[in-house]
Nanobody, 124 residues
């Protein structure tokens, strides 16, 4: 069982940066593949980025590639999403998710545990 708590969301102007954090409970965090997803009003939840348990593999949605960076600190049971060059279309509730499998995948249904989400709003 893994419990996930996101933080770091807020209101930012376009072009700015935010870093989201996701703190995980449990002693087996390092064995989980982690992902960040987002959901804008009226839209389906979409994949943003994923990272393998060892951080050796990362995977990004085309919409954020080159702007956002996912990382993790297994000693702190935390995964991060550094978001740079923010755009109004980045506005959404951001969720972190965990799956007990080595593959980094972009399907929400493949992730078992979810946080409650943190709101990111980017103004133009």
């Amino acid at each position: 069982q893994v419990q996930l708590v996101e933080s770091g969301g807020g209101l930012m102007q376009a072009g700015g940066s935010l870093r989201l954090s996701c703190a995980a409970s449990g002693r087996t965090f390092s064995s989980y593949t982690m992902g960040w997803f987002r959901q804008a009003p009226g839209k389906e939840r979409e994949f943003v980025a994923g990272i393998s348990w060892s951080a050796s593999r990362t995977y990004y949605a085309d919409s954020v590639k080159g702007r956002h960076t996912i990382s993790r600190d297994n000693a702190k049971n935390t995964v991060y999403l550094q978001m740079n060059s923010l755009k109004p279309e980045d506005t959404a509730v951001y969720y972190c998710a965990a799956r007990r499998d080595v593959a980094v995948v972009d399907q929400a249904g493949q992730y078992t545990y979810w946080g409650q989400g943190t709101q990111v709003t980017v103004s133009s």
